[in-house]
């Protein structure tokens, strides 16, 4: 069955704190993403990967980074956490196939004092 | 860039079917997916189309037309269960496998 997993389901950070966020895939899976969901906003890609050591910039990228030393684990990483970061984070994965979906993880909410 | 409207909000009636719009502007295409997205969970796949056409899948058929930018989800024999939100998403023809996300539909099921 494919899983993916992330590191905590609820996380209370305070402004100015570094922070990571952990996604872990069981799939053999090329394709990682970050995005986050906000309410009237919608899901928004952060970063992605198409490979280990690989990263590239979503539409949302300031204040983030990401890093992926193993394929089946892709880490966000908010350098210097600020309030408009409290949000919903979902990390997801996929093949290179076309007709492939996206996996999703069961998110982290996280919330910025 | 990719530009993805649908409907805010719907409610329906328990028994009753249910359309959901979704229309796209892109630069390229490659796909559209539809995913369900409870409450506090995370978003799951429905349907996929590349191919202008109906896909059925159970209660759950999706629609495509490339040349109207538009695709439906069409709920049949609604359940209090399918009150969630609908996500279209689109895949375009960057050379990775990323998706833009229309805002998400919030159908309310009611008794």
């Known amino acids: 069955d494919v899983k993916v997993t992330q590191s905590s389901r609820y996380l209370v950070k305070r402004t100015g704190e570094k922070v990571f966020l952990e996604c872990v895939q069981d799939?053999?899976?090329?394709?990682m993403f970050w995005y986050r969901q906000d309410p009237g906003l919608g899901l928004r890609l952060i970063y992605f990967s198409y490979d280990v050591k690989m990263k590239e910039k979503g539409d949302i990228p300031e204040g983030y980074s990401v890093s992926r030393e193993k394929k089946e684990r892709f880490s966000l990483i908010l350098e210097s956490a600020s309030t408009n970061q409290t949000s919903m984070y979902l990390c997801?994965?996929?093949?290179?196939?076309?007709?492939?979906?996206?996996?999703f993880g069961p998110g982290t909410r996280l919330l910025v004092l | 860039g990719q530009n993805i409207d649908q409907p805010t909000e719907m409610t329906a009636t328990e028994g009753a079917i249910v359309q959901i719009n979704c229309t796209y502007q892109t630069s390229g295409f490659n796909g559209l997916f539809w995913y369900q997205q409870h409450a506090g969970e995370a978003p799951t796949f429905l349907s996929y189309?590349?191919?202008?056409g109906l896909e059925e899948k159970g209660r759950f058929s999706s629609f495509l037309s490339r040349s109207k930018g538009y695709s439906y989800l069409l709920l049949k024999e609604l359940q209090m269960k399918d009150s969630a939100s609908y996500l279209c998403?689109?895949?375009?023809?960057?050379?990775?496998?990323?998706?833009?996300f229309g805002k998400g539909t919030m159908l309310l099921v009611s008794p």
């Open positions: 998403a689109v895949r375009g023809l960057s050379g990775y496998s990323t998706l833009t």
């Open positions: 799939m053999d899976h090329e394709n």
């Open positions: 189309n590349v191919l202008d």
């Open positions: 997801a994965s996929s093949t290179d196939r076309d007709q492939e979906t996206q996996y």
